[in-house]
């Protein structure tokens, strides 16, 4: 009786579990068992590690052969595991040193060949394994520029398994063989948007860089045309650039969903999914495997739902959770996998179903009940997360065909906004908060940060007349206190609440 | 005789020798009865061992062992039982176990033998 033993990992959301495969060989007519809850692909992996092994010019024993995958109880799928189940089989059969195998993380698809295979999920997979202490992780060659992102671990890339069992003593020859790779996927889009080609939405461009700068949810109402989707898409480039940790999310959730990540993006992605779009769709699904949907790639960015009111009821409600906790869990049978979630939402919406209603020189043929209909479409849970409600209009044909360029470019208002942030970072350096947006009201009306009755006048009759809620009061309070960040203030004042009261909505002070 | 029966029958010959020179003690060969055959019946300390013999020119048709596979192994079992039905006398006190013996070599004589002990 023989056994031995190597790791491997297994992944749930974006959690990397560490996996013993253990091989055990005993003395009993040829059979080839993997048992510890494989899934489907994973129980074939008998065939290909079979195969990739005589390929390889490596010969399994000829006896019974029982792969174990422990901890037992947790539902491993994906091919991932082919590599660490050759290496643990062959090691019991003595072709390659046990000792050599003990410490080190093998990931990879097997070839019939011999060869390989790239797997999605590599990032979070050898991230995992650095966390847990591991010092030597292989993966395919293929991951190679992707598992070389994470710090502290030895990465070692390998083209064939024969390579691999030569690394561990086996006396095998290498092949030369051509490495699998990842088909790269469609090329980023590079095209530089920049805040300058935008004319003549200074108050839209404004609440942009007020949202950027308080991490504020932001809902832009207005016709057809009015250039919502043009300022949408020119967020995250003013957004402050992503930290290595966020960096290294973002990728590993690119990872999963099966992309080829060869280097840390530090623009915050930008998530646009269909307004067709099902709940599984936007928070992710799979019945086996979770995949990550589009709030989880949204993850540190900004996720822009266009033309918001056609989503269905349903999928904007999901949204509710990952809104509140930042994160998003999906329950399947047998597991539950939890993808970080925390971003930036951007709703965008026509003001009624013919898109007219309110504009002037043009006539809106939708029935009030319609109108109004259509304006609920956005549940009251969801509008009360979204701090900037701004209507945008046209542009008037004057402006747009003068010629001229908007004054504020990308680059001068990321440099406002990453000031302004840097101030609210040193403000709440002593709380667990770094953007106004994630501050409780209770710490703006009361304490230290209580501003003086003189600058909370029209925001107190506001909320003496019953036009704003407290919760609303709570979210202009937010809204001002970057506004006075922005304009490198150490506390707002009566402008300030004006003009975050203007970002309101139908509230004029 | 047909040349694999020639094989076989070598095999199983080159089998009863070395299994006599590890201290088994040869009781029956090619037992038939209803269910099938059994190769070689032998006694091997306080063990009454049931043996399959399987012989392969070469293993590029696969491995000998790789033809005892579950359906053959129960087979054995059942032909283990029934020699033991027959022959009570010889059996009594004697635990059963099946084994096999593989060889490959297109000269079973000097071809390479391997021995499986107790397979369930």
Redesign the interface.
């Given at each position: 009786m023989s056994t031995a033993r190597t790791w491997a990992v297994a992944l749930t959301g974006v959690d990397g579990h560490l996996i013993e495969v253990e091989a055990d060989l005993s003395?009993?007519?040829?059979e080839f068992k993997i048992i510890g809850l494989p899934d489907k692909s994973l129980g074939e992996a008998v065939q290909r590690v079979h195969n990739a092994c005589k390929n390889a010019g490596l010969d399994l024993p000829?006896?019974r052969l029982t792969v174990n995958l422990s901890p037992a109880s947790l539902p491993k799928h994906g091919a991932g595991f082919d590599l660490g189940i050759a290496v643990a089989t062959l090691a019991a059969g003595g072709s390659i040193e046990r000792r050599a195998i003990a410490h080190t993380v093998h990931i990879g698809e097997l070839g019939l060949d011999g060869r390989i295979r790239p797997v999605p999920g590599v990032l979070p997979a050898v991230f995992a394994a650095a966390r847990a202490g591991f010092e030597r992780v292989i993966v395919p060659r293929g991951n190679e520029a992707e598992a070389r992102l994470v710090p502290g671990v030895e990465v070692r890339a390998a083209a064939s398994l024969a390579e691999v069992a030569v690394w561990h003593g086996a006396d095998v020859e290498v092949p030369d063989v051509e490495p699998v790779v990842v088909a790269p996927g469609a090329p980023a889009d590079s095209e530089a948007l920049d805040l300058a080609d935008v004319v003549g939405q200074e108050d839209a461009v404004e609440a942009l860089v007020v949202a950027a700068a308080g991490g504020h949810h932001l809902l832009l109402s207005g016709p057809p045309g009015a250039g919502k989707t043009m300022l949408a898409r020119r967020l995250p480039g003013i957004l402050p650039a992503l930290s290595e940790r966020e960096a290294l999310e973002v990728a590993a959730i690119r990872s999963l969903s099966g992309e080829a990540v060869t280097s840390l993006e530090s623009l915050p992605p930008l998530e646009t999914p269909h307004h067709s779009a099902s709940v599984a769709a936007l928070v992710g699904g799979g019945s086996r495997v979770a995949r990550p949907g589009a709030i989880a790639r949204a993850h540190c960015g900004v996720l822009f739902l266009d033309e918001a009111a056609e989503f269905s009821r349903v999928a904007l409600d999901a949204l509710r959770q990952p809104l509140e906790a930042g994160m998003i869990e999906v329950h399947r049978a047998g597991f539950t996998a939890r993808f970080p979630a925390r971003f930036q939402l951007l709703l965008a919406m026509n003001p009624c179903p013919c898109g007219n209603y309110g504009l002037r020189g043009a006539e809106c043929v939708c029935p009030p009940a319609a109108i109004r209909r259509y304006s609920t479409r956005l549940s009251g849970p969801l509008r009360d997360r979204v701090d900037i409600d701004l209507p945008v209009t046209r542009v008037a044909a004057s402006r747009a065909t003068s010629g001229g360029r908007a004054e504020l470019t990308t680059a001068v208002a990321a440099e406002r906004v990453s000031a302004a942030r840097e101030r609210a970072v040193h403000r709440w350096s002593s709380t667990p908060w770094r953007r106004n947006a994630d501050v409780p009201g209770t710490w703006l009306r009361q304490g230290a940060l209580r501003l003086p009755p003189a600058a909370r006048t029209p925001l107190d009759r506001a909320l003496e007349r019953g036009t704003l809620t407290l919760r609303g009061y709570d979210r202009v309070l937010r809204l001002a206190w970057t506004m006075a960040d922005l304009a490198e203030l150490e506390r707002p004042g009566l402008d300030e609440i004006g003009r975050a009261l203007h970002l309101k909505r139908g509230m004029n002070p | 005789m047909a040349a694999k029966d020639e094989l076989g029958r070598a095999g199983e010959e080159r089998a009863a020798q070395h299994l006599r020179q590890h201290g088994y003690t040869v009781l029956d060969t090619n037992w038939r009865c209803a269910q099938g055959e059994i190769d070689i019946v032998a006694v091997h300390g306080a063990y009454l061992a049931v043996v399959e013999v399987k012989t392969r020119r070469s293993a590029s048709f696969g491995h000998p062992f790789e033809a005892i596979d579950q359906r053959k192994r129960r087979r054995l079992w059942a032909l283990a039982f029934a020699w033991r039905a027959e022959h009570p006398d010889l059996a009594r006190g004697l635990e059963l176990r099946i084994e096999a013996i593989g060889i490959i070599g297109t000269d079973p004589a000097v071809g390479l033998l391997e021995h499986l002990s107790d397979i369930s």
């Open positions: 003395n009993q007519t040829p000829r006896r | -």
